[in-house]
């Protein structure tokens, strides 16, 4: 059985291209996404990125200090996301059910966290993931992510 993997860290954005605010819990809508979150309402409900991923891409470049704060996720997991395999997933993060629909392209934004990191992310779907919010509620720093259904239940 692989190790629980919890809730590291919390952010949101309030507006498009805006800086990440911190938070210790995120409270979150069925069919709309983070509240206060510029993304409510649209395709994506919450992005998840996982520390090991991180890691391996910051690796990649040579460097240990690249803060994950520069993924500008609202969720960071500890492990691993396993390449993507949660795609197609239901997962529960906290009090929170959500369907993972597709793995996190990362863009050219990523390279202000470290140069090089766009590309590096991109290798084993280490950019993370996304997925819409089916039952709504609070996600926790310490909460467990859980994998309810699909391929990678466990």
């Known amino acids: 059985m692989p190790p629980a993997r919890r809730v590291l860290s919390l952010w949101r ?7 990440m605010i911190p938070a210790t819990t995120l409270e979150t809508v069925a069919g709309a996404g ?6 409510l309402g649209r395709m994506r409900h919450l992005t ?10 910051a690796a990649d470049l040579g460097r240990d ?27 529960r ?20 966290a ?4 766009q590309e590096t992310l991109k290798s084993d779907a280490r950019g993370g993931v996304w997925g819409r919010i089916v039952a709504g509620g609070a ?14 239940a466990r």
């Open 48 to 57: 998840i990125v996982f520390e090991d991923d991180w890691r391996a891409a």
């Open 93 to 112: 993060v906290g009090a929170v059910v959500v369907e993972v629909k597709g793995v996190t392209a990362p863009c050219p934004v990523m390279d202000r």
């Open 13 to 19: 954005r309030a507006e498009p291209g805006g800086p």
């Open 114 to 117: 470290a140069q090089g990191m």
């Open 34 to 39: 983070v509240v206060g979150d510029h993304t």
């Open 65 to 91: 200090d690249v803060d994950p704060v520069g993924r500008r996720a609202n969720v960071l997991v500890s492990g691993t996301g396993d390449g993507g395999a949660l795609v197609g997933s239901t997962i």
């Open 139 to 152: 996600i926790r720093v310490g909460d467990a992510l859980t994998v309810e259904s699909g391929a990678s």
